[in-house]
């Protein structure tokens, strides 16, 4: 076996870090540039893209993020990647992105693409390893950075130091972030500050807002509690803290006076942190600060979301209740490219003109089916409109208008782009048969669902042999058989190979 003098990467990493940081990543960036490259000279739809980011794309980043604080620098290339292949870049083009970072990691409930932020999961992450730590501080890996970083305080107090690792310095990124989400659970009180401490989780914020009356400002939640009931001292309470306080304090649980303090995460039941608890907080003040609250109801998205149609489809529909779809209008004012004229009549193309007010369109809403639908455009907004539908017509036909729309788009830019045009009966015909064959294929798929029924190998009988044999076709050509032989309890008795070469 060859030694090699330096491992030179691990998972795509390289295994020592050197004074620069993105180096380190170049490999991790390199190859989701390369993946996204491959995927783009493939045609895929909208819905099959989502799917590749969210499952291969993102993930790339994962194990480099459980170790290290990876460099904004890289983080926001790798977004601004895979932003461009999902709007659908075409080889070099530079594409808009339609709609700012914070709305497309709002989750799909709430009118996003519920795509990764990877800075926040990077934190999530990082306060797993925190949180791992703090809960078993006793492990190798706690024991040996406690001797080098943290000999007299808790992991949670800890500071980067002089002259720290990147590992540890990176973990010390997290800290700040574990800490804001942390709360105390009450034990016996002896650990927690009344006043300062997040200990109340009725209470907003988690503290008491005030000093409690009559006591010193640096008390301990143990004075509240009556040492011989263990009960809390109800009559101290009503004292030092106003009605509603006192009502949330009651309703604390205590668990007597054996038992610690102990930090837990604030915001999951059970009180463990995990990494999609700790990304979800992360997200929440990510919004808040941004000011983003999401777009639209949740009733709405979730009906659009549900729809029995094609992915592909409900992803134009989300785009088209958005009003990101690329029309002259929305063009224009991106580009300062000219030309912002609907491809079927003189007007300036927006989204409400295209597929509602236009001539050609109208035509072709009034031989359809789903002429009532057309009605219910109410304002000046696809949103609305979507909305306004949804809440008039059955499932059926919203589904079918959301079809019709979708005909609509794909007639415009084979009008636009290659100067063909399709009769509108013709249009409303496909449309129409479309979604017909759809649904008869998923209701195929239903009925003849795939079972496999895995049965688990049982021992043969006693006195009896079992016999398993298996062949398999080698990359190289020739067939390779194997067969095992066992006997009573499952005891192997002969195993056998063989190679046979040629056709
Ligand atoms: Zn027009």
Redesign the pocket.
Known sequence: MPIVAKHEKYLGLATVAGRSKKELFTGIVDRIRKKLKGWKERVLSVAAREVLIKSVAQAQLSYAMTVFKVPEGVLDEVHSMIMAFWWGQKGTERRVSWLRREEMVCSKMEGGMGFRDLKGFNMALLAKQLWNLYQRPNSLIATILRAKYHKHVSILDARAGYNPSYMWRSLMSALDFLNSGLRWRIGNGDSVCIWGDKWVPSSPELFVPSAPRGLPVDSRVSALIDPITEQWDLSLLENCFPNELVRNILKIPLRGIQEPDRLIWSTSKNGSYSVLEGYRFWLKKFKEENGVNGFGEEVVWKKMWNMNIAPKIKQFIWRFAREVLPTGDHISEKSQRHGDK?P??D?R?TQI??FGD???TSRIWRTSEVADCFNYQPVQDCYGWFKQVMEKVDEETLESWSVMLWYLWKERNAQLFNGQKLAEEEIVIRAKYYLQDYKANQAKRREEPEVRVEKAWQPPLLGEYKINTDAGFGQAGGVTLGVVIRGEQGKFTLAAAKRLEGD
Do not use: D, G, R
Request: aromatic fraction near 20%.
């Open positions: 609907c079927f009549c007007l193309e003109h295209l236009c001539q050609w």
